[in-house]
């Protein structure tokens, strides 16, 4: 018996040693996930989807009184109106999407099969307007935000569940072009997302403590208190990206797609919570 | 849209506490178009009102260096359960808002 626990761990031991250098997406996971567990041990799974108010007690006392009144009310309320807008052909969004305004948010971003691109739910919205002979909205304008702040708030509570098809080499492709965006440093500053967000998250940077990259795009868009507007997560990584004084890309962007489906894939089995209240 | 108001209100004995957001530009009338350079003209409430029963409970007078979308919260005494509370602003260029609301 001991004989065989003993052949058993070593042969255990034999896997772990000889695991291939490439880990696919499920074990970025894995370890993404646990490396947070054993960063904060005190803070439960389901908290990442708030954000840095999982980290920071303060300014998690602000953001309870806020959301007691939350500022994102009147973009939702334009938001659902805009979502009931009949198309010339008398389509509406529920048409594009397949299914009713409470079941979308969690299934963005996602791979289209035939192109091989990520869709994101800003990037559905315009398609849809395209299809059925709509004028498109404008990326991190007022409407297109507020249609997915209604969308996003209708979703609420439905666990992101992101597929990356492994045999699929073009999801695959995507995939790692956004874990490589998120690794790559840039900017006069030298930064990474992840030398923030995961190496140093908590810490202070200036005033405000970094949040961490799990559940980071679960509660998008945001209001923004400094701005007074609503945010896209795109309009977001731009902020990030201008911080480390690096030249900004477009909103929705291949890159800035890419690397929402690779943090959406991340933030897994994490609830849809948006959208958010952020200072 | 509904109203440019929203409120909520809360009654424990006679004290009412109304918490209320509006929906405001709030311009100060010192910023400019990034782009022309032109100055954005001043646009901001100048005035909000809650009556009670027709009664003045508080007056607000605002100016440019009240927030976007201004959040306003106070508490008053002698109200009760069914009272009628109005809230109205007017701003500086003519517009206004209005909501009335029962007290629960």
């Not at chain 1, 990442?48 to 980290?55: H, K, R, V």
């Not at chain 1, 404008?138 to 935000?145: D, K, Q, S, V």
């Not at chain 1, 990259?213 to 896209?232: A, E, I, N």
Request: glycine letters at 8%.
């Amino acid at each position: 018996m001991i004989k065989a626990i003993t052949a058993g761990l070593i042969f255990l031991f034999t896997l772990a040693v000889h695991q291939p250098a490439f880990a696919g997406p499920a074990e970025d996971r894995r370890a993404f996930v646990a490396y947070f567990e054993s960063r904060f041990p005190d803070i439960p799974f389901a908290e990442y989807a708030n954000g840095i108010y999982a980290i920071d007690q303060d300014a998690r006392n602000q953001w309870i009184e806020i959301e007691e009144f939350p500022p994102y009310e009147f973009a939702v309320e334009q938001g659902e109106s805009l979502w009931q807008e009949t198309f010339a052909d008398g389509k509406s969004y529920s048409d594009c999407f397949n299914s009713s305004e409470a079941d979308v948010r969690q299934n963005y971003p996602r791979v289209d099969g035939l192109t091989g691109e990520v869709i994101t739910l800003d990037m559905a919205i315009n398609l849809c307007r395209e299809e059925h002979g709509q004028k498109s909205f404008e990326f991190g304008g007022e409407e297109i935000l507020a249609l997915s702040a209604f969308i996003a708030f209708e979703s609420r509570g439905n666990v992101f569940d992101i597929m990356v098809d492994e045999d699929d080499p073009q999801a695959l492709a995507a995939y790692e072009e956004g874990k490589r965006f998120y690794y790559s440093k840039r900017g006069q500053l030298n930064l990474s997302c992840a030398d923030c967000h995961v190496a140093s998250a908590g810490q202070y940077v200036r005033a405000d403590h970094l949040s961490a990259s799990l559940g980071h795009p679960t509660h998008f868009p945001v209001y923004r208190s400094k701005l007074g507007s609503m945010l896209s997560l795109h309009q977001r990584v731009a902020g990030c990206i201008r911080d480390v004084r690096a030249k900004p890309f477009d909103l929705q962007s291949t890159e800035y797609r890419n690397l929402e489906y690779f943090l959406t894939y991340m933030s897994n089995g994490l609830e849809a919570n948006g959208p958010g209240a952020r200072k | 849209m509904a109203s440019t108001i929203k409120v909520k209100t809360k009654l424990s004995d006679d004290v009412a506490t109304v918490k209320s957001l509006m929906l405001h530009p709030m311009e100060t009338g010192s910023r400019k178009d990034p782009d022309s350079g032109a100055i954005i003209p001043a646009h901001h409430i100048t005035q909000l009102i809650f009556t009670n029963n027709g009664k003045q409970v508080m007056v607000a007078n605002f100016s440019t260096a009240v927030s976007k979308n201004p959040y306003f919260s106070f508490s008053f005494n002698g109200a009760k359960a069914g009272d009628t509370l109005n809230i109205s602003w007017v701003d500086n260029i003519g517009e206004k808002g209005e909501l009335e609301t029962q007290l629960k």
